[in-house]
């Protein structure tokens, strides 16, 4: 059974940054594409980073320049660095486990909400 749990959400201003973890279990992690996704209120969940095992790595457009994607191996965690947060950032940020591309398993979401 795969877990995936995130944690670093919270409430800051427009142009503050902030990190996200979420830490993964259950699988080997190692080999494992982990992503970020985001949903706000009345809108689709979209794509914000993905990392392959190899370290490669994806943005969506509105993140790209701004945000960066990380992983820890040893720690069986992935990151998302947020810079320059903006208040259209605002949304739940949801961790997720792929497989062939897709969303396979998904944490339960982290709050983050930028003020302008």
């Known amino acids: 059974q795969v877990q995936l749990v995130e944690s670093g959400g919270g409430l800051v201003q427009a142009g503050d940054s902030l990190r996200l973890s979420c830490a993964a279990s259950?699988?080997?992690?190692?080999?494992?594409?982990m992503g970020w996704y985001r949903q706000a209120p009345g809108k689709r969940r979209e794509l914000v980073a993905t990392i392959l095992s190899s370290g490669s790595t994806n943005y969506g457009d509105s993140v790209k320049g701004r945000f960066t994607i990380s992983r820890d191996n040893a720690k069986n965690t992935v990151y998302l660095q947020m810079n320059s947060l903006k208040p259209e950032d605002t949304a739940v940020y949801y961790c997720s486990q792929l497989r062939s591309g897709t969303p396979l398993y998904w944490g339960q979401g982290t709050q983050v909400t930028v003020s302008s």
């Open positions: 259950g699988s080997i992690f190692s080999l494992s594409i």
